[in-house]
């Protein structure tokens, strides 16, 4: 059974920086594309960075380049996001979603972890 | 930047009777070189992550109920509901997967009337 788990949220300062980290168990991670995805209080979807399978490839939303680092390390079935330079917002519950394969959108997502940027 | 636009932004259909929701994107998000066209959706309820109901436009994935289809290509798309369960009441998104930055729809709020 796939299972993303996410942690690393909490209440951070404008400015301020945190790591996200998600868990993965149940498929073979290195093989898959993960993504972040983030979503308002109340608000729709919008996806954050993604990164392939081996790391080397990373993409991101132009509302975060240049202050969100998306890693992996395939060793330990983990996938992060670097948060720094930290903004009001940047304030939603942030989900990590794993691709279905090529070609393929995502497929499992975990139940998230939030993340507040206020003073 | 792909832009998914949706219509409506809500809808209330009675039990039984059908649900339609409409999504265009800004490009066409077919693929030619594999012949996939990179439009899924999802549904979210209240307090959970958003499921996969649809990919490549049309195909439904594994164990989403049949009354769920998915049509459309080049820019203009549909989920259809043929037959309103109260389960489905939830909000709708479409989604392209064809080029980054990927882009969602605002969302479909599905209501029983």
């Known amino acids: 059974e796939v299972q993303l788990l996410e942690s690393g949220g909490g209440l951070v300062q404008p400015g301020g920086s945190l790591r996200l980290s998600c868990a993965a168990s149940?498929?073979?991670?290195?093989?898959?594309?993960m993504s972040w995805v983030r979503q308002a209080p109340g608000k729709g979807l919008e996806w954050v960075s993604g990164v392939s399978g081996s790391g080397v490839g990373t993409f991101y939303a132009d509302s975060v380049k240049g202050r969100f680092t998306i890693s992996r390390d395939n060793s330990n079935n983990t996938l992060y996001l670097q948060m720094n330079s930290l903004r009001v917002e940047d304030t939603a519950l942030y989900y990590c979603?794993?691709?279905?394969?090529?070609?393929?959108?995502?497929?499992?997502w975990g139940q998230g972890t939030l993340v507040t940027v206020s003073s | 930047d792909i832009v998914m636009t949706q219509s409506p932004d809500s809808l209330a259909v009675s039990l039984g009777e059908r649900a339609t929701i409409n999504c265009k994107s800004s490009q066409s998000v077919f693929f030619s070189s594999n012949g996939k066209t990179y439009l899924s959706w999802f549904q979210q309820k209240p307090g959970q992550p958003p499921k996969l109901l649809i990919y490549w436009a049309s195909n439904r994935q594994s164990g989403v109920p049949d009354r769920f289809s998915g049509s459309g290509s080049g820019t203009d798309f549909t989920l259809t509901i043929s037959s309103l369960q109260a389960e489905d009441v939830a909000v709708y998104y479409c989604h392209q997967y064809y080029s980054t930055p990927w882009t969602f729809g605002q969302g479909t709020k599905v209501e029983i009337k």
């Open positions: 149940g498929f073979a991670f290195s093989t898959y594309g």
């Open positions: 979603a794993k691709r279905g394969g090529a070609a393929r959108p995502l497929d499992y």
